[in-house]
């Protein structure tokens, strides 16, 4: 039987930014972790946009990546906190 460890748990991460792809029809939404540190990218169409833009996902670790600039991570990291104070990981934004 395998055992889990912490690195296979999900990660919360909170969502930071939402951009539209350069075809207009695909909304990119990117959640980032507390911290700002590593984030993750969900593209939608957004013409089907069955299941809804929560402000937080829980994520295997695997698919996060880092977040290279500084700046940047400082600005996730605020947003992340930001949306974390607001809003219930659930909630639809």
Known sequence: MPT?????????VWMVE????QDEHTI????????????????????VLLDPVTAALDVAPD??????????RKRYADEAARMADRRDPDDEV
Do not use: I, Q, S
Not at 4 to 12: A, G, H
Not at 31 to 47: C, S
């Open 4 to 12: 889990e460890t912490l690195e296979d748990e999900p990660v919360r």
């Open 28 to 47: 990119v939404v990117t959640y980032a972790t507390p911290d700002g540190e590593r984030f993750v990218r969900e593209h939608r169409n957004k013409r």
């Open 63 to 72: 698919r996060l990546e880092a977040v290279e600039k500084t700046e940047r």
């Open 18 to 21: 939402r951009t539209y792809a």
